[in-house]
């Protein structure tokens, strides 16, 4: 019943910020999180969210450059992405969590979306 649509990619200069969403069709009292994937790469960890967002984690990859937060009256996760680096490339992935497994692996998460595509140039 509820889907999830990311949007807020684009193309930025190394340095540059970018700020996604992550809009749910319905109302969710889960956790959410941010997943990336460049190809040929597996699905990495990116930040996560308690549904009331008092906690946060990120990846050592981007602790201290990005923020996660969300707005539950209008059901949407944000990623505020600064300082960003070619590394950064991706498509950015939000996702429900689940209660299969641990807030950094894909499998603890059972809802996906589509995901937008990050992409930063040197």
């Known amino acids: 019943q509820v889907q999830l649509v990311e949007s807020g990619g684009g193309l930025v200069q190394a340095g540059g910020s970018l700020r996604l969403s992550c809009a749910a069709s319905?109302?969710?009292?889960?956790?959410m999180g941010w997943f990336r994937q460049a190809p040929g790469k597996e699905r990495q960890f990116v930040a996560y969210?308690?549904?009331?967002?008092?906690?946060?984690y990120y990846a050592d990859s981007v602790k201290g450059r990005f923020t996660i937060s969300r707005d539950n009256a209008i059901n949407t996760v944000y990623l505020q992405m600064n300082s960003l680096k070619p590394e950064d490339t991706a498509v950015y992935l939000c996702?429900?969590?689940?209660?299969?497994?641990?807030?950094?692996?894909?499998?603890?998460?059972?809802?996906w979306g589509q995901g937008t595509q990050v992409t930063v140039s040197s």
């Open positions: 996702a429900r969590r689940g209660s299969g497994s641990a807030y950094y692996s894909v499998s603890g998460y059972d809802l």
């Open positions: 319905g109302r969710t009292s889960n956790a």
């Open positions: 969210i308690t549904y009331g967002g008092g906690i946060t």
